[in-house]
């Protein structure tokens, strides 16, 4: 059997079920519902189903929904979609939001350890006397109010007696702690906001602090796996769970994904959104879940990236050519190829005589499995004007005059005539077919070097194609001065608004892949596919990239 290479938190894992510590384990997802998922969460859910895949246990979907006002419901359905798709299923499905209430009644047990307090100070004061990461910070004025005190003001706080930002409850730690996060941290705001599930119940909300280690510690969750801008709150996590005294969950962190190309936080691909630089989250550009989903990514393509690039302990940007190494690999084992001309040049058949002649091409050369297509062949074709040269250079393989090419499926062709309009431009290349050429059937002894795709005119389907480009100019556009925006690259979207396809396109399929031979990997637009056809490109054929 295959011995696969484990990362350091499968090893961790692997150790905790060896050593007993664990039977089985327990993981969760815990997404802000504020946003869209993107290939960075993919990393993460990957890891994290992945890791319950491998070893006993399950995964849960935790939304970490604690901030009313940034969150919506439309982000909860998109992301529970979005898992799905990429393969994984999850156990539970819980909300930070559902603890609400276990939640206020650890902030009870905390004012009544004395290990809690309300402070009446602003949010600029509470900073000013946080100190430096060199110099202690200053207690605040309010740090030695009575439990008694305390618990009437945190009830007043929940009853909504007090305006927004007027009275904090922080933990009583140490203002001398050499982290920071550690000098009285506010565990609890007060907020009048509308949450979209708890509705106007609340008007006090607690911090990610006070609610994330809870919450794993609530579900039992043994490996409660976090981005690394979390190792300074392990301190804090670890002191909330001891002095609650619940069940231990343990942090463990991993270094963010980045690409190359784009942006990864969904502050930033929310600015795009509203300011329109791109068609909504779903933008086949944007590196979101739903975007690569639509573009025609597929989620193998997806899970193979994640695992060839791994996780990593400190912050790196991958190479966004090896996710689309990953895609041209899978789409070339299952697109069904196709013939599509994007910028027409007729050609004219001379000597063919017939009506229509129904040629066959097999649908996917790499899958044996894979059938046929009937291709019509006629009297007057497309070719791509990119194919034709009147004066080429040496070594020109495709058409020219007097030249010779093979038309894929179907016959080898011999240029005869140029016709041109009054200006000087081709408007038409006349040609004979060599009857004896047929695909399968060649009889004639002719070698040539070019192979055209080429699209009967009478049969031909018109479909929209959307060829994109990367959206920044820049490997590393939050790296870059100024504001990311700047390096947007407006030249990320082409569109053909009329290209010719064969026949056999008119069937086509959303969740079908396709290769346009010659142009790269299609599908078709889940959006504005109704009575027209949308394809958009995925991925060019080849690239210089190599893993
Ligand atoms: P963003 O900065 O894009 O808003 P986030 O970390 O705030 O991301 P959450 O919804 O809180 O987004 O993330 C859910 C889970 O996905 C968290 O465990 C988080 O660590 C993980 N995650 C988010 N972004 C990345 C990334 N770029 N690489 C790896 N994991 C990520
Ligand atoms: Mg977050
Ligand atoms: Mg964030």
Not at 38 to 60: D, E, Q, V
Request: contains cysteine.
């Amino acid at each position: 059997s295959e011995e696969k290479h484990l990362n350091f938190i499968e090893e961790i894992v692997e150790e905790d079920l060896e050593s007993g510590k664990y039977k089985s384990i327990v993981t969760r997802f815990p997404p802000e519902p504020n946003g869209y998922l993107h290939m960075g969460h993919a990393t993460s859910i990957c890891l994290n189903f992945g890791l319950t895949k491998k070893f006993p246990g399950y995964t849960n979907l935790r939304f970490d929904d604690t901030n009313p006002v940034t969150e919506d419901t439309e982000y909860v359905d998109s992301i529970k979609e979005d898992i799905k798709w990429l393969g994984f299923e999850w156990q539970n499905e819980h909300y930070a939001s559902d603890y609400f209430d276990e939640l206020y009644e650890y902030a009870v047990k905390l004012i009544n350890k004395g290990l809690a307090y309300v402070d009446d100070s602003t949010s600029e004061e509470i900073a000013s006397l946080k100190g430096t990461p060199t110099e202690p910070g200053k207690n605040s004025k309010y740090r030695d109010r009575s439990i008694a005190e305390n618990l009437d003001l945190f009830q007043r706080m929940k009853a909504g007696e007090f305006p927004d930002g007027s009275k904090t409850l922080r933990a009583r730690i140490d203002m001398a702690h050499p982290n920071m996060l550690m000098r009285d941290p506010v565990l609890y705001r007060i907020k009048h906001a509308h949450h979209h599930r708890t509705g106007d119940k609340w008007c006090i909300y607690p911090m990610y602090d006070f609610a994330h280690g809870q919450s794993d510690s609530i579900e039992k969750v043994t490996h409660s796996i976090c981005t690394l801008e979390f190792v300074p709150h392990r301190e804090l996590y670890n002191w909330l769970i001891e002095k609650l005294e619940i069940y231990p969950s343990h942090q463990y962190e991993f270094a963010r994904r980045n690409l190359t190309y784009t942006v990864m936080s969904k502050r930033k691909l929310l600015q795009l959104v509203n300011e329109k630089h791109v068609d909504g989250w779903d933008d086949p550009r944007m590196p979101t879940i739903s975007g690569m989903r639509r573009r025609g990514y597929t989620p193998e393509a997806i899970r193979d990236f994640c695992d060839r690039v791994g996780i990593a302990k400190r912050e790196n940007v991958s190479d966004v050519g090896l996710l689309e190494f990953c895609v041209r690999e899978h789409l070339n084992k299952i697109a069904l190829r196709r013939m599509v001309v994007f910028d027409p040049l007729k050609v004219i058949i001379t000597n063919f005589a017939e009506e229509t002649q129904w040629l066959e091409g097999e649908d996917n050369p790499e899958d044996e499995n894979s059938g046929t297509r009937k291709i019509p062949f006629g009297k007057e074709l497309y070719i791509e004007r990119e194919d034709f040269m009147e004066n080429p250079p040496k070594k020109y393989f495709r058409l020219f005059p007097g030249g010779m090419v093979r038309l894929k499926y179907a016959y080898i062709i011999r240029c005869d005539e140029v016709v041109k309009d009054d200006s000087g431009n081709v408007t038409e290349v006349h040609c004979t077919y060599i009857p004896e050429s047929r695909s399968g059937h060649d009889t004639s002894g002719i070698n040539v070097k070019g192979t055209l795709h080429w699209v009967e005119v009478k049969n031909a389907v018109t479909a929209e194609v959307r060829l994109y480009d990367r959206l920044f100019k820049v490997e590393d556009p939050s790296s870059e001065e100024g504001d990311f925006k700047e390096y947007i690259n407006d030249n990320s979207l082409h569109t053909v608004a009329t290209a010719f396809a064969e026949p056999a396109l008119k069937n086509a399929r959303i969740n079908e892949r396709y290769q346009f031979l010659r142009k790269g990997y299609f599908t078709l637009d889940n959006k504005d596919t109704y009575s027209r056809l949308v394809f958009n490109r995925t991925v060019s054929l080849k690239d210089s990239w190599k893993p």
